[in-house]
């Protein structure tokens, strides 16, 4: 059996059909989507692709946003990202907003007759916590509680990662829309589209992260004519990019790790 699992989609509709495209050649059986759909440029467009898949759907913190409202801003960054949820928010439709309010926090999904696969947005404690490759493992301990399975999927960090922890493996399928690229403190985003295949195949489990190429250029255009507000600082962030997503094109897999469940 093939799981797909999807994450952080961020109101790329762009981005996601490139990942849909190459899930549909890998054939797989089911797709998981590990929240944080519509908060982007093309918030409708994402929305319906997502439902549409009529797919396991777990509500990240930027969905909880849109349904029970922000934060109070602390920074001008906090505040440009409140202001530019808010007209994100104001796209959707009742019922949209409605299925975001329905969505779960923790899923289980059987992979093959022995295998489950546990997946949250950013832990079972928190779609807001970040598990990344260097967080402790006494600090994992705590986020995951008494949560165990032999493979658990979480998103939220825009990071790729496979990291075993104990028994189990740990992964995060990067992010559909807006992928990060270290190094720290400065964020840059990364020129692809990323998303994972799990396996489960004569008792062996296999978790392939991956990422493909998508048209940055028309994905720039969509959001120069979007309307959003803060557009010119959003764009800036992709443009850089641009020069870039053409090497992209030619590394659209990362290695893949496998173990023994």
């Known amino acids: 059996m093939r799981l797909g699992l999807i994450a952080d989609v961020h109101g790329n509709a762009l981005a996601l059909d490139a990942v849909l495209r190459d899930l549909e050649q890998v054939r797989v059986d089911e797709i998981a989507c590990l929240g944080d759909i519509a908060v982007g440029p093309q918030p409708v467009e994402s929305m319906e692709r997502v439902r549409g898949l009529g797919c396991p759907t777990l509500m990240g913190n930027w969905d909880a946003y849109f349904v029970h409202g922000f934060p109070a801003p602390r920074t001008?960054?906090?505040r440009r990202l409140v202001e530019l949820g808010g007209w994100w928010a104001?796209?959707?439709?009742?019922?949209?907003?409605?299925?975001?309010?329905?969505l779960q926090t923790i899923v289980e999904?059987?992979?093959?007759?022995?295998?489950?696969?546990?997946?949250?947005?950013g832990s079972p404690a928190?779609?807001?916590d970040e598990i990344l490759p260097t967080t402790p493992?006494?600090?994992?301990?705590q986020m995951l509680g008494e949560h165990q399975a032999p493979l658990m999927a979480f998103g939220h960090t825009h990071f790729q990662m496979v990291r075993r922890h104990g028994?189990?493996?740990?992964?995060?399928?990067?992010?559909?829309?807006?992928?990060?690229?270290r190094p720290a403190p400065v964020m840059r985003i990364c020129p692809w589209a990323e998303y994972a295949v799990v396996e489960i195949e004569d008792g062996r489990l296999s978790v392939d992260v991956r990422r493909t190429p998508f048209d940055i250029a028309q994905f720039l255009t969509v959001m120069r004519e979007s309307g959003m507000p803060h557009g010119d600082w959003?764009?800036?962030?992709?443009?850089?990019?641009?020069?870039?997503?053409e090497g992209a094109a030619g590394a659209a897999t990362l290695p893949t790790m496998r173990a023994a469940s």
Request: glycine share 10%.
């Open 137 to 141: 493992d006494d600090l994992v301990d």
């Open 167 to 181: 028994d189990a493996l740990l992964v995060n399928p990067g992010s559909v829309g807006l992928p990060f690229m």
């Open 109 to 121: 999904l059987p992979l093959g007759d022995a295998v489950r696969v546990f997946a949250a947005h």
């Open 90 to 102: 104001a796209q959707l439709s009742r019922g949209n907003l409605a299925y975001l309010g329905g």
């Open 126 to 128: 928190s779609f807001e």
């Open 234 to 245: 959003w764009i800036g962030l992709w443009a850089s990019e641009l020069s870039t997503a």
């Open 76 to 78: 001008e960054l906090d």
